[in-house]
């Protein structure tokens, strides 16, 4: 007999596979949408699109949906499978890589790096490319900020982030949003994997302006490296090419501000929103 082909005409995937699973479960326990909205305090429609693929979802609702389930991280982590089906494909490469490092460090010099954006000035970048809907926007947050987790990691990866001046000179529309922001950057300080290093306009040209950089170093001992501009990213895994770019970066962190500076200069930005530049340190 003939293999029976699929009607449906789609590829599997793993948000698909959320959707279903999340039907599933509700219906074998024979709860109503209704019942199921009073248990986990989320609302009977939001928790519909979710069955319906029409929503993605947060990690906040699928670790409800786990425990009144009993299905102690089974919906958690189909979720985080499903919140790559997000992002383009041409990224999917890298993402699969940086899970996996063990250190990271990072050059951005137009925005705040994803791994370290509030959810507003996410929200404010991510519409600024004009999503579809809003739904699709909020699947794009949801997205970038699920990426977080890898600062979460309980072997505390070493992350090093150098910031042009001119990300710090670009303020979210939102006054508030911004404050927020700048706030995570300037408390970096007290978190044991990270590190801050503004990169002043006084430090002049530099071979990395042309594009943000990010570098990998994996548990197997090779390193990668990722340039990205605002509409297209290349990933360079030969070593080559990799070493080119991690003295560019050293190059670069040389002319920046102390980890130190780096901070109060933030701070001056929280007070005195008017001020853009490190002042004089004499």
Request: glycine share 6%.
């Amino acid at each position: 007999m003939p293999a029976r082909k699929s009607t449906s005409g789609r590829k599997p995937s793993a948000r698909r596979t959320l959707a279903e699973e999340l039907a599933r479960l509700r219906e074998e326990s024979g709860r109503s949408l209704s019942e199921l909205a009073e248990e986990t305090t989320y609302d009977r429609a939001y928790l519909h699109k979710l069955e319906k693929g029409e929503r993605l979802g947060s990690p906040e609702v699928m670790k409800a949906l786990d425990q009144v389930y009993g299905t102690d991280k089974h919906l958690s982590l189909l979720w985080e499978l499903a919140t790559v089906d997000v992002i383009p494909d041409k990224y999917k490469r890298f993402m699969a890589l940086e899970r996996d490092a063990m250190s990271r460090c990072e050059f951005s010099v137009s925005t705040v790096p994803g791994l370290l954006q509030t959810e507003g000035y996410a929200r404010e970048i991510l519409k600024a490319g004009r999503p579809r809907t809003e739904d699709e926007l909020e699947e794009q947050v949801t997205a970038r900020l699920a990426r977080q987790e890898w600062l979460r990691n309980p072997d505390q990866p070493h992350y090093r982030v150098l910031l042009d001046e001119a990300v710090l000179c670009r303020a979210a529309q939102d006054p508030k949003v911004w404050h927020e922001q700048l706030d995570r950057l300037a408390h970096m300080d007290h978190l044991s994997y990270g590190t801050l290093q503004v990169v002043p306009f006084s430090a002049g040209l530099h071979d990395l302006l042309g594009g943000s950089l990010t570098l990998l170093w994996l548990p197997n001992g090779d390193s990668v490296a990722y340039v990205e501009s605002s509409v297209s990213g290349d990933l360079h895994e030969d070593a080559a090419d990799v070493e080119r770019l991690r003295l560019s970066y050293d190059l670069l962190r040389d002319s920046a501000l102390s980890p130190r500076e780096s901070v109060a200069y933030v701070q001056r930005l929280m007070e005195d929103s008017s001020t853009c530049g490190p002042r004089d340190q004499t």
